[in-house]
C-alpha cells in the first residue's frame, strides 16, 4: 500500500491527497442521476479508460477484502463501498492512484501519496484528467471552470487534503489557533479530525484548500508547499520545546504510551490515537533508547489504527471484540510482525 | 408571605404580578392567571395555541418557502436545496442559478474568476516549477559553472554590462545620448544598483522637462 512507503516529513504530514472533480455533459450530477444514467455513465468512463492502462471494477460486485483494499486506498467511506448506488473504480497500477465514478461528481480522480510530496500527487491526477479530458466531452466553461455538483469545488475541480499529526501544536497552549489563522491567509482551512465513531482524533487534523477560482492550479500547489513548510517548522519547534521544559513528563508518558500499546489485551480506537500521539511527540527528541521504535512502525500504527475496515463495518464483530483485535493488531506492529 | 389584596396566607399557588404578591382566588378574580392557566391548557390539549395565530404562519411560510419554488427546469433541484447544501444537480442549475452561485462563490472563495488550465491542455506546473526546485543550488554554483556555453554567454552579458554601469558611473551624464541612460538605468536596476538608477531616472526626466 501506498502509505507503507517512504515520504518525505512522514513524522508530520501524514499523507497528501489530491481529488480532480470532472463531470461529463449530458447528464445530471449523481446525487440526481437515475440508474440508467449511472450505467451509462459507468460504460462511458470505463471505455475511454480503455488505452490508460486502469482496470475497472464495479463496487456492488466487490468481496469484503477488495473493499476493505479501496477503504484503505483512497480513504473511501464505509457507507459508500456497501451502498446499492452504482458506483465503481478505475485502478492504477500506481498505489493510491485511481479513479472514483459516480461519487460526487462522475469522475473523481485520487491521488494520494505519503508524506509531503504534493507535486508528485497533483502530477499523477492531472495527468489522468487531461486524458479523460481529451477523450470525452467534460463540462466546462470559460466563466467558471470545470462545473463540478458542489459549489465548493467548481473552477479547477481540486481539492487538497493533507492529515497532518500535531502532537507538539495540540498541546501547545494558543498554538493551534496560531496556525489555524496562518494557515487561514494562504486560503486554506484546518479542522480536527474526528474519527468515524464520533471522537476526536488526537493530535490528527486535516488542512484542506478552499479556493479553486481565482488560483491557477500552480498557485495551489506553490501555496501548499509554504503552508507545508510553516507547519513542519511550527510543529518541530513545539514538540522540541515541549520535550526540553517537560522532559520528564513526556519521557514518562512516552514510554507509559510505549507499554500500554506492546502489551494491551483490548484497547479503544480513541485510547490507542492518544498514546500514538504522546509516541509521536518524544520520538525525535527524547531518549527512546530502552524503547524499540522508528518512525515507520509509528506511522504504520497511525495509519493501523485509523483506517481499518472491520472497525467501521456496523454488522461483524461486536464491540469487545473489535478492540481486542485492535489490541492483537497493535501488538503485532509494536513486535516489528507484519500484521495485515 | 400574604395576598396583597385579601391579605390572606398564601399557599403554595401564588401569583407574582407587576411585582404584586396575590393569592390564587385573587389572582383568579381579577382574572390575571388565565395567561397562566393557558400555558397550562397546552399540555392538557393537542396545540390549542396553533389556530389563533394563523396568520404569523402563513406569512412566515411564503418567505421560508419562497426559494423551494426556484427549480432547475432539468433536473429539478431548488434554488433552497443549492443555498443549503452548495449542491448543484446538473450542469443547466449554472445558468439557473446563475447570480446565486456567482454570490455563494464570491462569499466561500473570494474570487469567481476562473484561472485554472483548459480543457485536455496538459497542465504547465511541471515546466514551471522544475526551476524553482532547482534553481536555488544551481544559482549558488553559477559562477563555478562557466564552463558551459550557457554559463559563457551569461558571463559575457554580465562584463557588458558591468562595462556599461562603469562607464556611466565615471562620465559626465550631460555627454550621453538618452538612449544610454535609458539602458545604463534598466542594467543599474537589474543589477540591483537602485542609487545609480534613480540618478538617472532623474537625469531622463530632468531632459525630458527641458524638451
Not at chain 1, 22 to 38: L, Y
Not at chain 2, 106 to 113: D, I, M, N, V
Not at chain 2, 145 to 154: D, F, I, L, R, T
Not at chain 2, 172 to 196: F, G, Q, R
Request: aromatic share 8%; net charge neutral; proline share 3%.
Amino acid at each position: 500500500m501506498w502509505y507503507e512507503n517512504e515520504g518525505n516529513n512522514k513524522d508530520v504530514i501524514l499523507s497528501t491527497k489530491i481529488v480532480l472533480s470532472r463531470n461529463i455533459k449530458g447528464f445530471p450530477f449523481p446525487p440526481k442521476m437515475s440508474d440508467a444514467d449511472r450505467e451509462n455513465v459507468l460504460g462511458m468512463v470505463r471505455q475511454a479508460a480503455g488505452s490508460m492502462n486502469l482496470n475497472f471494477v464495479r463496487t456492488d460486485e466487490l468481496d469484503d477484502n477488495a473493499k476493505a483494499d479501496l477503504y484503505n486506498q483512497f480513504y473511501s467511506g464505509y457507507a459508500f463501498l456497501n451502498s446499492d448506488a452504482k458506483t465503481g473504480y478505475l485502478m492504477s497500477r500506481t498505489e493510491g492512484l485511481g479513479v472514483v465514478i459516480n461519487s460526487t461528481d462522475h469522475i473523481n480522480i485520487v491521488s494520494m501519496v505519503p508524506g509531503s510530496d504534493v507535486y508528485t500527487a497533483y502530477k499523477r491526477a492531472d495527468d489522468l484528467a487531461v486524458k479523460f479530458e481529451q477523450s470525452m466531452d467534460i463540462a466546462y466553461t470559460d466563466k467558471y471552470g470545470f462545473l463540478t455538483s458542489q459549489i465548493k469545488s467548481v473552477g479547477t475541480g481540486m481539492q487538497l487534503l493533507m492529515t497532518l499529526a500535531l502532537p507538539g501544536i495540540e498541546k501547545t497552549e494558543g498554538a493551534v489557533q496560531v496556525l489555524a489563522k496562518r494557515v487561514e491567509k494562504y486560503d486554506w482551512q484546518m479542522i480536527p479530525m474526528t474519527h468515524h465513531d464520533g471522537l476526536r482524533e488526537s493530535g490528527i487534523y486535516i488542512l484542506s484548500n478552499v479556493a479553486t477560482l481565482g488560483v491557477t492550479e500552480q498557485e495551489i500547489i506553490d501555496k501548499t508547499r509554504k503552508v507545508q513548510e510553516d507547519i513542519i517548522k511550527l510543529e518541530n519547534t513545539c514538540r522540541k520545546n515541549i520535550c526540553a521544559k517537560k522532559k520528564s513528563i513526556v519521557e514518562d508518558q512516552y514510554y507509559r504510551a510505549y507499554a500500554v500499546l506492546s502489551y494491551c489485551r483490548r484497547i479503544e480506537t480513541a485510547e490507542a490515537l492518544t498514546l500514538i500521539n504522546w509516541l509521536r511527540l518524544g520520538q525525535n527528541f527524547i531518549d527512546t533508547s530502552d524503547a524499540d521504535l522508528d518512525w515507520n512502525r509509528i506511522n504504520k500504527l497511525t495509519q493501523k489504527v485509523r483506517r481499518n475496515y472491520s472497525d467501521a463495518a456496523v454488522k461483524g464483530m461486536r464491540p469487545k471484540d473489535k478492540s481486542s483485535a485492535r489490541a492483537k493488531l497493535i501488538r503485532d506492529i509494536m513486535k516489528g510482525g507484519q500484521a495485515t | 408571605m400574604r395576598c396583597s389584596r385579601c391579605g390572606s396566607q398564601i399557599g403554595n399557588s401564588y401569583v407574582r404580578f407587576n411585582g404584586v404578591l396575590l393569592c390564587d382566588s385573587c389572582a383568579r378574580d381579577l382574572k390575571i392567571d388565565e395567561v397562566f392557566r393557558r400555558q397550562n391548557a397546552l399540555f392538557d390539549q393537542a396545540f390549542p395555541m396553533l389556530d389563533e395565530f394563523p396568520g404569523v404562519f402563513s406569512s412566515g411560510s411564503d418567505l421560508d418557502f419562497a426559494n423551494a419554488k426556484i427549480r432547475c427546469p432539468r433536473c429539478g433541484t431548488t434554488l433552497r436545496e443549492l443555498e443549503s447544501g452548495g449542491q448543484l444537480g446538473c450542469i443547466e442549475c449554472y445558468n439557473t442559478f446563475n447570480e446565486s452561485i456567482t454570490k455563494n462563490i464570491l462569499k466561500l472563495q473570494g474570487s469567481s474568476e476562473y484561472m485554472g488550465r483548459k480543457p485536455a491542455q496538459a497542465s504547465e506546473i511541471e515546466a514551471s516549477e522544475a526551476p524553482v526546485q532547482e534553481a536555488e543550488p544551481e544559482k549558488k554554483t553559477e559562477p563555478k559553472a562557466a564552463a558551459k556555453p550557457a554559463a559563457k554567454a551569461e558571463a559575457k552579458a554580465e562584463a557588458k554590462t558591468e562595462d556599461i554601469l562603469a562607464k556611466v558611473k565615471d562620465a559626465d551624464l550631460s555627454e550621453l545620448t538618452d538612449k544610454e541612460i535609458e539602458d545604463a538605468m534598466k542594467k543599474a536596476a537589474e543589477v540591483e544598483d537602485y542609487a545609480l538608477a534613480v540618478k538617472l531616472r532623474d537625469e531622463l526626466k530632468s531632459r525630458k522637462g527641458e524638451n
